[in-house]
């Protein structure tokens, strides 16, 4: 069972950056992803971004070139690091995890933490 925490969230003017991290309770072996989720209000969770251990990290293609999805070595952290904010990045965003290959539905996903708010003001 894993449990995550999201953290970094915060209030910006747009062309911003800000890091989201994310740190896992136990280590993430092979065959795992894990990545974003966000949602705004009255909007439904969309991806932003998913990393795939020994794959390429996919990205929702309005964030494409503005954020980068990272994990570090021991693999119990992630992290999102959102530059160029814009207005339309304000969400809540969820860290999430799930055993297997990377999936778009949210469904798919059996772990999430709790949410941290980001909100970019214009």
């Known amino acids: 069972q894993v449990q995550l925490v999201e953290s970094g969230g915060g209030s910006v003017q747009a062309g911003g950056s800000l890091r989201l991290s994310c740190v896992a309770s136990t280590y993430t072996r092979n065959s795992f992803c894990m990545g974003w989720f966000r949602q705004a209000p009255g909007k439904e969770r969309e991806r932003v971004a998913t990393i795939y251990t020994g794959g390429s990290p996919n990205y929702a293609d309005s964030v494409k070139g503005r954020f980068t999805i990272s994990q570090d070595n021991a693999k119990t952290t992630l992290y999102l690091q959102m530059n160029n904010l814009k207005p339309e990045d304000t969400a809540m965003y969820y860290c999430?995890?799930?055993?297997?290959?990377?999936?778009?539905?949210?469904?798919?996903?059996?772990?999430w933490g709790q949410g941290t708010q980001v909100t970019v003001s214009s």
């Open positions: 999430v995890g799930r055993s297997g290959f990377c999936s778009n539905n949210p469904a798919h996903y059996n772990y």
